[in-house]
């Protein structure tokens, strides 16, 4: 394979030293992950490797740099993710999605989106009455939603906070867990309790709570009610099933927004059940008002590790549902 060289010059030393990171931590990334080598001489980075790998380097840490600029920062999870925008040549995507801050928490701290499924998805909830966020574990869905809940009832677009979701076992058995319904199922909503107590800090938070404003219940207390002037999330709502899914989203009153999120490959519903999640997105996808936004495991902003986790699982399901449904037609 024909081998190549490149250089990319950082300007100054100061740029140069958050480029490559601690310990070289970011040029290591890149280097490792591309196949190629790299040295530096004095503010400038000198890439060798095939002609390929050694463009895309070149492409990704002059992205990097533009970041570092701009007062962003990187780490491993983002460099992975340009990487993989790179490859596709759509990196300059990175900078427009950092542009916009999302919302602010409780110590000042702006919330961007760290990726384009991400920005998609904000963009979806800003201008539609519903919308399904479907996609893998880590890819900021909850914690997108309920930093834009608190946006809007900060501006006064909404009264109430309503965050909820099924309470369906995943593998443990709620019934012996000591306490009542509320009390057994708010280790489900932890995500949501943590994310509301970064965005209005803990004292707020507690006075909220205690006015009604915010309300985090299991999705069965939703049942009988019309939910109005209100900002309502609907968390892991692969586990509805399509009778929970249309009695929650009937609830929607004059002046509320709902967002619905869920992994469809996590599903802990009894065998036999449909998940609401998969029924609703496939029935309402040409209403207007209503969109989907479809994150991958390109949007995981978790540990870059979480991402091949995700991917590798992926790979393995459709064997492993043929398997499944072998051994069912033998029975």
């Known amino acids: 394979m024909e081998q190549t060289k490149s250089v990319i010059d950082a300007g100054s030393l100061d740029d140069l030293q958050r480029l490559l990171g601690t310990f070289d931590e970011n040029l290591n990334t890149v280097t490792r992950e591309l196949g190629i080598e790299a040295s530096v001489d ?64 409780f110590r000042g701290k702006q919330i961007k989106c760290k990726t384009v499924g991400q920005k998609a998805y904000v963009d979806a909830i800003k201008h539609n009455t519903v919308v399904f966020g479907v996609g893998p574990a880590g890819t900021g869905k909850t914690y997108l939603a309920v930093c834009l809940a608190v946006t809007a009832y900060k501006g006064k677009e909404v009264e109430k906070i309503i965050l909820t979701r099924p309470a369906v076992e995943a ?44 309300e985090v219940a299991p999705l069965a207390y939703m049942r009988g009610r019309t939910l109005s002037n209100a900002f309502v999330i609907l968390d892991e709502a692969q586990n509805t099933t399509v009778e929970q899914m249309k009695m929650f989203l009937t609830r929607l009153g004059d002046g509320s927004r709902m967002v619905v999120n869920g992994d469809v490959t996590q599903i802990d519903l009894p065998e036999g059940k449909r998940s609401g999640l998969k029924h609703a997105v496939s029935i309402l996808k040409d209403i207007d008002g209503i969109e989907t936004v479809t994150l991958t495991d390109k949007d995981v902003v978790r540990n870059p590790l979480v991402m091949r986790i995700v991917r590798a699982y992926d790979r393995s399901e459709p064997k492993e549902e043929r398997k499944t449904k072998e051994d069912r037609k033998r029975r």
């Open 171 to 214: 593998g443990e058995k709620l019934g012996f867990l000591p306490g009542d319904l509320q009390t057994k199922v708010d280790p489900y909503l932890r995500p949501l309790y943590d994310a509301l107590q970064e965005m209005f800090g803990l004292e707020t938070y507690l006075k909220l709570m205690e006015k009604g404003v915010i």
């Open 42 to 105: 004095g503010v400038r980075i000198k890439l060798s490797g095939a002609e390929d790998a050694v463009a895309c380097g070149v492409r990704v840490l002059e992205g990097i740099l533009r970041l570092v600029r701009a007062g962003e920062s990187v780490d491993k999870s983002r460099i992975v993710y340009c990487i993989e925008l790179a490859k596709e040549g759509n990196l300059d995507d990175v900078a427009q999605v950092m542009k916009d801050v999302v919302a602010f928490t």
